[in-house]
């Protein structure tokens, strides 16, 4: 990582601009090694030199900021996104849910789920299966099974970490077996 910082030194000393897929691969970087507050300070520099950015670089810092468990700063930025010009897509809101279910949140990651319907954004079955393996995770197994029912309705298959988290569920008899029918239809 310290090469790529010291190379991108060098190009900024010469004149040379970095566009920004170099400021995502260095803020990537910067993330990767859990230098959240070095990849801060150059997305604010980023914004103070009016570089345009996408929601590519958001999403790498939003990211960054839920697996090192600064949940409530990630939230903060994705709030704003809308303020600066971005709008969140299906990777933003899976970043976020993911995020808010690892950390308990998994009211506020439902209700994520329900507002990318209403702001145009659909939800895909890695946003389904990420928030109904929360609910499981989380003890909300009727929660979850309905979840389930409504992922399996628009289409999208449980992938084999939910198979497998239902499938302990069913050995501890805390789901319903009649419920077996609508997996196969998921699968």
């Known amino acids: 990582m310290q090469d790529a910082e010291n190379l991108f030194s060098k190009l900024q000393g010469c004149g040379q601009l970095p566009n920004v897929q170099t400021y995502a691969v260095l803020l ?12 801060i300070e150059l997305l604010k520099e980023m914004e103070a030199n009016k570089v345009e950015l996408n929601i590519v670089v958001y999403n790498v810092v939003i990211e960054g900021l839920c697996k090192a468990g600064n949940i409530v700063y990630a939230r903060d930025l994705f ?6 010009g971005v709008q969140p897509n299906v990777r933003t809101y899976n970043i976020m849910i993911h995020g808010l279910c690892h950390h308990g949140l998994i009211i506020e990651a439902e209700k994520l789920l329900r507002e990318m319907g209403e702001k145009g954004c659909c939800p895909d079955g890695w946003t389904y299966n990420t928030i109904v393996r929360g609910l499981l995770k989380n003890n909300e197994t009727s929660w979850g099974m309905g979840l389930i029912q409504e992922m399996v309705e628009w289409g999208f298959p449980a992938d084999v970490f939910t198979m ?24």
Do not use: M, W, Y
């Open 28 to 39: 990537d970087g910067l993330c990767n090694d859990q230098r959240l507050s070095a990849a």
């Open 79 to 84: 709030s704003h996104l809308s303020s600066k």
């Open 164 to 187: 497998e988290l239902i499938g302990g569920l069913l050995c501890k008899d805390v789901v319903d077996p009649a419920f077996l029918p609508l997996l196969k239809d998921s699968c």
